[in-house]
């Protein structure tokens, strides 16, 4: 595709239900990132890969965030159990792994959990 | 921690003047970049600067780059009224190429 896709645009959960976020990035973009803006505030780093490893999960705030990504294309973040606190816009971001790393970012999924 | 912070949170100006928008940051980088996010949702990539570089220019937008004293400012020129917009610098750092971002300035140009 042209740019960077993500879905659902916006999801509705209650308290306690797991949520799967997904990310079709730029294609040909080796490298990937999920971030994480909650309202009136700036990005949250969540986590990268480049290819389908991630060498830097270090942004997941909990052990109820996971993510992974397959032939180097899709990414799905999965959160468990969500809570209130989640509620954010999640965005994913594309580059190619070069010296200007320049990310392009999907429109995000608005996250409500009740 | 914070990385980059900018200034002002708020700026409001009169379309056709020029917007000036500051960014500071800690460490050291690899670069710094501007975004710009209209209605809460995708950031869009406006310019890139390398550590190495002091000035850039695209279209009405001129970016400073001063590593001495860790800081960046974004000049739009003869704004308009659809510059209204969040902007957040964001730098790279690293060997992983993270972008950090700052909270983002609300640009608002009145018409």
């Known amino acids: 595709g042209a740019g960077v896709s993500q879905s659902p645009s916006n999801k509705v959960t209650e308290k306690g239900k797991d949520v799967e976020l997904r990310c079709d990035p730029i294609s040909g973009h080796t490298a990937l990132y999920w971030y994480r803006q909650s309202l009136g505030q700036g990005l949250e780093f969540l986590i990268y890969f480049q290819g389908n490893s991630a060498p830097d999960k270090s942004g997941l705030p909990s052990d109820r965030f996971s993510a992974e990504r397959t032939g180097g294309s899709v990414s799905t973040l999965t959160i468990q159990r969500t809570q209130q606190e989640d509620s954010a816009v999640y965005l994913c971001?594309?580059?190619?792994?070069?010296?200007?790393?320049?990310?392009?970012f999907g429109p995000g999924t608005r996250l409500t959990v009740l | 921690s914070q990385q980059g912070e900018e200034d002002p949170q708020a700026l409001s100006i009169q379309e056709g003047e020029n917007a000036t928008m500051n960014c500071s940051y800690k460490?050291?980088?690899?670069?710094l970049q501007w975004y710009r996010q209209n209605s809460g949702r995708g950031l869009v990539h406006l310019i890139l600067i390398r550590s190495n570089e002091r000035e850039k220019h695209s279209g009405r937008l001129r970016v400073t780059l001063d590593t001495s004293k860790k800081s960046s400012s974004l000049l739009i020129t003869a704004s308009r009224a659809a510059d209204t917009a969040s902007y957040f610098c964001?730098?790279?750092?690293?060997?992983?190429?993270?972008?950090?971002f700052g909270k983002g300035i609300t640009l608002s140009v009145r018409p």
């Open positions: 964001a730098t790279e750092t690293g060997a992983n190429s993270k972008l950090t």
């Open positions: 460490t050291s980088i690899n670069n």
């Open positions: 971001a594309s580059s190619l792994w070069t010296e200007d790393n320049t990310q392009y």
